[in-house]
């Protein structure tokens, strides 16, 4: 894949902060390619895991207001997105974030994904698991995974010198 030959960026957004930072660097990179951003938003369906043989049933919940919510939101971002001179266009689907995302690539056969990480490890990634991971590892495109700011201290070891250095955005490893 060259840069040259990028056309169409899609960009999954839960509206979130991390979603955002992803935003500003697909319109970064849709104005350094002249590509056009498709802004997708997954609403998930309501679910119940119930002990087996149920495993998973959707429920028949109305989702009705916060279908209306997302696709207000939708609209926002695309607007946000067309005000810095970009073609966009945005779609709204409903079920499993990483499948939707994947699929809808494949569908609209979009050259890059661009897609922000909480940046989860842990305890919470086994649990809450990444949607960024899981559309890496199945995704008919390459993936630009944009990780979250640094807000937090970090301990920074310099080799000519045994005492951590707290300085604030710098990644381990990373000259300040």
Known sequence: MSFRDLKLILVPTDFGVTSERALEVAIDL??????SLEILHV???AIWVV??????????VDVGNALA???ARLEAVVARVRAAGLTCSGS????RTDAEIVEYARKRQVGMI????????GLSHAIMGSVAE????????????VPPLVEEPVPVVRPDDETP?????VPLGQPA
């Open 51 to 60: 002990p087996p043989p149920g495993d998973v049933m959707v429920s028949p």
């Open 134 to 145: 899981k559309v890496v590892r199945h995704a008919p495109c390459p993936v630009l995974v």
């Open 30 to 35: 849709g104005r350094l390619t002249r590509a």
């Open 165 to 169: 250095v707290i300085e604030l955005g």
């Open 43 to 45: 609403n998930s369906e």
């Open 114 to 121: 661009v897609v922000g990480s909480h940046a989860r490890h």
């Open 92 to 95: 709204s689907e409903v079920g």
């Open 69 to 71: 919510e997302s696709a």
